[in-house]
């Protein structure tokens, strides 16, 4: 995939002297094959910044960069993002298939997309004969695999994940971190991951940055963040987490 760089980012809401700013000169980098997970309370600008990777916020200061040069906005998208909530991010209106195949890139037959549509449904584990299926069939897992399917769907060279796991169960949580591992591992995913959970981050990122207020506290490698953290905020976050977590399959 590609890599992924915030550069001094700041975005504000509203403006005069209601302004405030969420995201506060935020530099951090996703490096090409890596899931780089935000932690922080709520509160923090963590969905603040994914909005803003994915165009939805205009950036107040700052710059984002794909492999070093400025995202474009036309054509393809470039990112993809993965939401909170499987049971208002798909149309209930369009069965799953349809929800999957209509991101990819144009121009593409309509048995290339069935095929396609089959294969990234078996990349997630969902069986490819369910295609044809309504969202209302599924259980709130099993739509985030289908939000993933189409997010992969349109190639993206990153994918956004703004707390995927939090309105789950932790046992279904645990399945959904063991398939973004997964797919990391095989399809090499950049990765920005956002979850309030720093257990939840642990278990998926190789690097951490820690979010408060708007700015990035402490960023490293999840080893020496959670490992020997600096910043009393991540001491805070970090004893507040039960521990040794396990997640089943
Ligand atoms: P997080 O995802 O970490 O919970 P957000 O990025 O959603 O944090 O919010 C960061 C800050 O920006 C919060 O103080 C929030 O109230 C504020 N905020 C978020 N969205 C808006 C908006 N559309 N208009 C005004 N303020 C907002
Ligand atoms: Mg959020």
Redesign the pocket.
């Known amino acids: 995939m590609s890599e992924l760089q915030f550069d001094d980012v700041t975005v504000r809401?509203?403006v005069g002297r209601a302004a405030?700013t969420?995201?506060d000169r935020v530099s951090l980098v996703v490096p090409d094959g890596e899931i780089v997970g935000v932690v922080?309370?709520?509160?923090?600008?963590?969905?603040?910044?994914?909005?803003a990777a994915v165009g939805l916020?205009p950036l107040h200061a700052g710059r984002i960069l794909l492999d070093g040069a400025p995202i474009p906005r036309r054509g393809p998208r470039q990112l993809q993002m993965v939401f909170q909530d499987p049971y208002s991010s798909l149309d209930p209106r369009m069965t799953i298939g349809s929800s999957i195949s209509e991101v990819m890139p144009s121009g593409m037959t309509r048995r290339a997309r069935a095929a396609e549509t089959a294969r990234l449904l078996e990349l997630v584990h969902l069986d490819p004969d369910k295609a044809d299926a309504y969202p209302a069939r599924f259980s709130g897992g099993q739509r985030q695999r289908v939000a993933i399917a189409r997010a992969l769907a349109g190639r993206p060279r990153v994918l956004i994940a703004?707390?995927i796991t939090s309105a789950l169960d932790v046992l279904i949580q645990g399945t959904i971190l063991n398939l973004i591992r997964e797919l990391q591992a095989e399809l090499g995913l950049s990765m920005l991951f956002?979850s309030?959970n720093l257990a939840v981050v642990r278990y998926v990122a190789s690097r951490v940055a820690v979010?408060h207020d708007?700015r990035i506290v402490e960023e490293g490698t999840t080893a020496d963040v959670l490992g020997d953290p600096q910043d009393e905020y991540t001491r805070e976050l970090l004893s507040a987490i039960p521990r040794p977590i396990q997640y089943t399959p």
Request: charged content about 20%.
């Open positions: 809401y509203g405030m969420a995201v922080g309370e709520s509160g923090s600008g963590k969905s603040t910044l994914a909005r916020v703004d707390e956002i309030h979010m708007g």
